[in-house]
Antibody, heavy 120, light 107 residues
Framework: EVQLLESGGGLVSPGGSLRLSCAAS????????MSWVRQAPGKGLEWVSG????????YYADSVKGRFTISRDNSKNTLYLQMNSLRAEDTALFYC?????????????WGQGTLVTVSS | DIQMTQSPSSLSASVGDRVTITCQAS??????LNWYQQKPGRAPKLLIY???NLETGVPSRFSGTGSGTDYTFTITSLQPEDIATYFC?????????FGPGTTVDIK
C-alpha cells in the first residue's frame, strides 16, 4: 500500500524558512516522479513543485520559483521541500503526491498534508 | 498559464440522480485532464486521468469525457458518499493548474 507521510510544517514568521519532508513507502520510490501541491485554508489546489524520479529534473510554479527548492533522497525514500523567504500567502496545507513513473502531472496518491502558517 | 474554469460552482442533487460537471481550459490541453474528489477534511483523491481513464478501484458510476478545451465529469447515480468537492486539473503545460472546484451535496 502506498503511504506518504508529510512532516515539518508549523508556524513561521514572514521571511523565515521551513523544510518539509515526505516519507514514502509501499512503492519503488526512485522510479516515480513526485510533486508538492498546496491548499490555502478554504481555498482551491495549487501545484507548487515537481521532481523526476532520479532528481535530475525539477519544476516550480512561478509563485515559489527562487524561494523554494524541491529535492529527494532515494536512499531514504524521502521527498523534501526547502522553503525560504516565506510570505503570508504561502500559508497552506502542503500535500506530497506520487505521480507517474516518468513524468509529473497525474497525482495518483496524496499524503494527508502538513500545515504551514506564515504569520508574525 | 492555462486557466481552468468549472461549472457549476456548487450543486445539490438527490440520491440516484445523474450529476454532470463541466471544465473548460483556456487553450487546447489535448486530454491532459484529471479529475479529483476531495471530501471535507481529507486529501484529494484521483478519480479520472487523461480525461476518461478511471483510476483503479474507483466505482464505475464516475466517468469523464471531452477533448480540446471542453471536458465533462459525470456521476451516473449519486450516492451519499459522493458528497465532496470535485476539481479538474490540466497537466498539458507548466504550471499545472486546477479548476476552482464544484461542491456537490445531497438535496
Amino acid at each position: 500500500e502506498v503511504q506518504l507521510l508529510e512532516s515539518g510544517g508549523g508556524l513561521v514568521s514572514p521571511g523565515g524558512s521551513l523544510r518539509l519532508s515526505c516519507a514514502a513507502s509501499g512503492f519503488t520510490f526512485s522510479t516515480y516522479a513526485m510533486s508538492w501541491v498546496r491548499q490555502a485554508p478554504g481555498k482551491g489546489l495549487e501545484w507548487v513543485s515537481g521532481i523526476s524520479g532520479d532528481g535530475g529534473s525539477t519544476y516550480y510554479a512561478d509563485s515559489v520559483k527562487g524561494r523554494f527548492t524541491i529535492s529527494r533522497d532515494n536512499s531514504k525514500n524521502t521527498l523534501y521541500l526547502q522553503m525560504n523567504s516565506l510570505r503570508a500567502e504561502d500559508t497552506a496545507l502542503f500535500y506530497c503526491t506520487k505521480d507517474q513513473r516518468y513524468s509529473i502531472g497525474v497525482h495518483f496518491h496524496w499524503g494527508q498534508g502538513t500545515l504551514v502558517t506564515v504569520s508574525s | 498559464d492555462i486557466q481552468m474554469t468549472q461549472s457549476p460552482s456548487s450543486l445539490s442533487a438527490s440520491v440516484g440522480d445523474r450529476v454532470t460537471i463541466t471544465c473548460q481550459a483556456s487553450q487546447d490541453i489535448y486530454n491532459y485532464l484529471n479529475w479529483y474528489q476531495q471530501k471535507p477534511g481529507r486529501a484529494p483523491k484521483l478519480l479520472i486521468y487523461d480525461a476518461s481513464n478511471l483510476e483503479t478501484g474507483v466505482p464505475s458510476r464516475f466517468s469523464g469525457t471531452g477533448s480540446g478545451t471542453d471536458y465533462t465529469f459525470t456521476i451516473t447515480s449519486l450516492q451519499p458518499e459522493d458528497i465532496a468537492t470535485y476539481f479538474c486539473q490540466q497537466y498539458h503545460s507548466l504550471p499545472f493548474t486546477f479548476g476552482p472546484g464544484t461542491t456537490v451535496d445531497i438535496k
